[in-house]
């Protein structure tokens, strides 16, 4: 796997080596000594996978009580995929980071725990699939509103399909510092 470069030291973005033939391609999408290599010490202990279609927006999520790192892919179609850092304390608190994944690049992205994650889907349909380092918990859910004005991310959609919940997050400026994470030097 060769690391791409991303504004934030803590995200991964990966490149794996794809070989490719008359009979399609094979790589390696997980492999544990290769993270670790690159610093990502993790055990991974729940798969999930999510099928949407095209302008659905999915986030920005994260968990407080319980946090999860993320590896992330696409196997079908294409996203944009967003970490922002919202980590009380951090010099980089409200930005974030965007890229392309898609089953055409392979790509694959760890985001760590104290960021929020969200992704809006470009093609018609996506298969997005990811490795979490923590259960989930649905008493443990939260999130900020994916237009917030102050973190000004470009989801390159006017006007996404949103969750009912979704539609009522809140703006992080908004978010008691209880209700968010630490930044730890």
Known sequence: MQLCETSFSEIKLFQP???????????????????????????????????????????????????QGKLLRVVSGEVFDVAVDIRYG????????????????????????GF????????????????????Y????????RWNDPDLNIDWKVNLPVLSEKDQRLPFLKNIKKKYLPRYNV
Request: glycine share 6%; net charge neutral.
């Open 90 to 113: 951090s010099p980089s608190f409200g930005n974030y980071f965007g890229t392309i994944l898609s089953c055409e690049n392979h790509r694959v992205m760890f985001i760590p725990e």
């Open 137 to 144: 918990h649905s008493d443990d859910q939260y999130g900020i």
């Open 17 to 67: 080596k794809v070989f490719s033939d008359n009979r399609g391609y094979f790589f390696e999408s997980f492999r544990k000594d290769s993270l670790e290599q690159f610093g990502i010490i993790s055990s991974f202990v729940q798969d999930n996978e999510a099928k949407s279609t095209r302008d659905i927006l999915r986030g920005l999520h994260y968990q407080l009580k319980f946090p």
């Open 116 to 135: 929020a994650h969200g992704y809006i889907v470009f093609s018609q349909t996506a298969v997005f699939q990811y490795k979490c380092t923590n259960y």
